[in-house]
């Protein structure tokens, strides 16, 4: 059974930086495309940013430049490094693993990440 994991969420001011884990378990972690997304209250949920399994990423707009996503798949964990953060930003992060193939989805608990003064 596959289970994602989410870590490193937390308050930080405008400007600062976190790192997001999402550890996976169950299977290994290299078979799946990978995606962080997000959801501010009142909002949808949105794709933030995503990375295949050969290792290739997109982001949503408003973060480009600022985030980088990886995986460590000798670890099973996949990462979000976000850097100069925005009030904006401010939401529940979740990570999700799937295959397009199959159909496949899982989605991680998530972690709350606020950005505030």
């Known amino acids: 059974q596959v289970q994602l994991v989410e870590s490193g969420g937390g308050l930080v001011q405008p400007g600062g930086s976190l790192r997001l884990s999402c550890a996976v378990s169950?299977?290994?972690?290299?078979?799946?495309?990978m995606g962080w997304y997000r959801q501010a209250p009142g909002k949808q949920r949105e794709l933030v940013a995503g990375?295949?399994?050969?290792?290739?990423?997109n982001y949503v707009d408003s973060v480009k430049g600022r985030f980088t996503i990886s995986r460590d798949n000798a670890k099973n964990t996949v990462y979000l490094q976000m850097n100069s953060l925005k009030p904006e930003d401010t939401a529940v992060y979740y990570c999700k693993a799937f295959q397009t193939r199959t159909g496949f989805a899982i989605w991680g608990q998530g972690t709350q990440v606020t950005v505030s003064s």
């Open positions: 990375i295949t399994v050969v290792g290739s990423t």
């Open positions: 169950g299977r290994p972690s290299i078979i799946y495309d």
